[in-house]
């Protein structure tokens, strides 16, 4: 067998793997918190669920259009106009098995070798595996600890060359919970009118998960980049679906027949009854995602406290996600090395800033989706080790 080149060239995330260890050691009795997963501690809302069920008695077990039923393209086009002002037509929208084939899809039909693809670092990891795959250049987009992990237009807008076909953004991000503030969004904008051949991939999977009277930025707010702009979102963070496997992505006129190609050689649909429970999600009651926001901004509040209090770890104030980052380069010790002493001798899963990029180094990642009372004891067995 021999498998090409690219496929050498795919990367990984992190989290999985250590998930699978933190699995092995509980198997071994050790008694493991998780604070690496990136996934909601909360069931999927009943109701949701119960929508799934029925739409698999009523029937719903054959193929759907590729793009996704309509209705749920309809419904996601509400929500959007209810959450962001903003019309979108359910034809731009393709329903996906989660978030990552939209970023998956996006960044093959932009990277080829020769070309340059711009993205956030610390980010989500698969950006950069895939933009490896594809064959361009990656070129990391620094976030700030000091801009509280947002970019600087400035800074990104003078990364473009002839060359870059795609800005990937993530706001709120993954890892560092950060949001980068609307004036660097618009400035940003602002400064693409130079370049109109440069695609955008806006990574709004968070939108919902905001705190501290936060709102959300969406680039789809601004017409000018419309025809070249592709938002990710879904259902996997927000309505605690990680399992699931439900997202979806809003496509420029000139690319949703390309997308929906895509679609249909990768899955050729989302599982039907997943999407009717994707209807009920979206048009459903909310207090669920109420309720579980507040939780998360208990835990966010306390969490960064908490690390904050650690010796040789700073934390910033994350303002979004369920991620805390701190800065761990005052206890001497380097991030993947902490990684594996806190989830060997200390049995708490966490995850080494350099799972996210050169940028994460120094830092390591906390998801608080896990209890109040778990987090106090994770903190506790950190600061006992250390
Ligand atoms: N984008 C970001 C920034 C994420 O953190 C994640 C999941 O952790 C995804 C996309 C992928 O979401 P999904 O599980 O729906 O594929």
Redesign the pocket.
């Known amino acids: 067998m021999i498998p090409t080149d690219a496929v050498s060239r795919l990367g990984t995330e992190s989290?999985f793997s250590v998930l699978a260890r933190a699995a092995e050691l509980q198997r071994e009795g050790k008694d493991i918190i998780n604070l690496g997963i990136?996934?909601p501690d909360f069931p999927t809302p009943d109701h949701i669920v119960e929508a799934g069920i029925k739409a698999l008695r009523d029937g719903h077990h054959g193929y759907t259009p590729a793009k996704g039923i309509l209705p749920l393209r309809e419904a996601v086009c509400a929500d959007i106009a209810k959450r962001r002002g903003v019309e979108v037509s359910p034809e731009n929208i393709t329903i996906m098995p989660?978030?990552?084939?939209t970023?998956f899809f996006s960044i093959l039909m932009f990277g080829s070798p020769g070309t340059e693809i711009i993205y956030p670092d610390p980010?989500?990891p698969?950006y950069r595996s895939m933009i490896e795959y594809s064959g361009a250049t990656p070129i990391p987009m620094t976030l700030h600890e000091d801009r509280d992990f947002g970019f600087s237009a400035d800074e990104v807008l003078n990364q473009i060359t002839a060359k870059t076909r795609l800005i990937i953004v993530?706001s709120p991000?993954?890892p560092t919970g950060g949001v980068t503030p609307k004036s660097e969004v618009e400035k940003l904008i602002a400064g693409l009118a130079d370049w109109p051949d440069v695609a955008i991939m806006s990574?709004e999977?968070?939108s919902r998960m905001l705190y501290g009277g936060r709102e959300h930025v969406s680039f789809l707010a601004y017409p000018e980049i419309r025809d070249r702009l592709i938002v990710?979102d879904?259902?996997?963070?927000t309505y605690a679906m990680?399992g699931w496997?439900?997202?979806y992505a809003v496509w420029p006129g000139k690319l949703i027949d390309l997308a929906e190609r895509f679609c249909v050689n990768a899955h050729s649909c989302v599982n039907a009854a997943t999407q009717y429970a994707g209807i009920a999600a979206l048009e459903g009651p909310q207090d669920a995602v109420d309720v579980m926001m507040k939780a998360f901004d208990e835990r966010r509040v306390a969490i960064v406290k908490m690390l904050n209090d650690l010796p040789g770890f700073r934390c910033a104030d994350a303002a979004g996600?369920f991620y805390a980052f701190p800065n761990i380069e005052g206890t001497g010790i380097d991030a993947k090395t902490m990684q594996t002493r806190l989830l060997e001798e200390a049995g708490v899963a966490t995850i080494a800033g350099t799972s996210f990029g050169v940028n994460g180094d120094g830092f390591l990642r906390f998801s608080y989706a896990n209890s109040l009372e778990n987090i106090e004891a994770a903190i506790g067995r950190i600061g006992k080790l250390l």
Do not use: V
């Open positions: 989290a990136g996934q989660g978030g990552k084939p970023m980010g989500f698969i993530n991000g993954n990574d999977i968070y990710l879904g259902w996997s963070k990680t496997r439900l997202g996600a």
